[in-house]
């Protein structure tokens, strides 16, 4: 068997793996994709990919270094149960933890936390203005995650236009950077990226060749630090208008943009590519 050379960096949500509200089903219903679901949360099931990109996904992981990467913290990350043989390697907390086999390294961790504390202002800073500017009309949620980083879930039917774009004005200076994702406003310390932590995994696995898939702005750089990569037709991304040469920008869109990703993933890093 040839040797494993090429790491697969996927976001997950919205990139992989899709809540029934950004499925994104256009078509006749009769003529809908089966889906499979992947993630149960309160006893609801949550997250769901198409059974085809099911289907892939052993093959991904059989042929590639498939790495999840997620912003997502550890215990939600936890709760998804993707097909295929469990990955080696998983980034959390938008790069904040490495998990090798499913547990945390911590000499990783210590390494990130140390740098933030150097090159950000402090979480605490950071919530605190969040808190002071969010108006309880459109705030539904507010949370910080791994004592890494904040997020607002919000309604954003309510929320007022230009809100985000102040926000990161003010945290820009401060070492901190914003995504807006559905309902969800993420302040992030800016040296806290999924990219950095590929990087190691690539160190640590040898691979020579990566590839990245992702839908917002948190995943930038991460498709900036990939040799190739993939963005959906919907996000963050394509809705501003980002772009690199390297990065493909597929039509597809919803849950269908998932099952694509994963057949580009394979087509440039399986065997078979
Ligand atoms: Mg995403």
Request: proline letters at 7%.
């Amino acid at each position: 068997m040839r040797p494993r050379t090429t790491l697969v960096a996927s976001d997950l949500d919205r990139t992989l793996i899709y809540s029934a509200g950004a499925l994104r089903l256009t078509g006749p219903d009769a003529e809908a994709p089966r889906l499979l679901c992947v993630e149960v949360y309160q006893g609801k099931p949550l997250s769901y990919l198409t059974e085809s990109a099911a289907a892939l996904l052993p093959r991904l992981g059989a042929e590639t270094v498939f790495v999840p990467s997620t912003t997502r913290t550890r215990e939600q990350y936890r709760r998804i149960r993707l097909p295929g043989p469990p990955p080696e390697y998983a980034i959390c907390a938008n790069g904040g933890h490495i998990l090798v086999h499913g547990e945390p390294d911590e000499h990783w961790h210590r390494a990130v936390a140390a740098r933030l504390a150097e090159e950000s202002a402090p979480l605490a800073e950071v919530r605190a203005r969040l808190l002071a500017t969010a108006d309880p009309a459109w705030l539904l949620k507010e949370r910080t995650a791994e004592d890494l980083f904040a997020y607002l879930v919000v309604e954003r039917a309510l929320l007022p236009e230009g809100w985000v774009k102040e926000l990161a004005e003010w945290a820009g200076p401060r070492g901190w950077a914003v995504s807006l994702q559905g309902r969800k406003i993420y302040a992030v310390p800016q040296p806290l990226t999924k990219s950095a932590a590929m990087r190691e995994i690539a160190r640590r696995t040898g691979a020579e060749r990566t590839l990245a898939a992702g839908d917002s702005l948190l995943d930038a750089d991460l498709l900036l630090a990939a040799d190739h990569g993939w963005r959906p037709g919907h996000g963050e991304l394509a809705d501003s208008g980002w772009s690199a040469p390297h990065v493909e920008a597929l039509k597809e869109s919803g849950v269908a943009a998932g099952e694509e990703i994963l057949r580009r993933f394979l087509r440039a890093g399986g065997r078979a590519g």
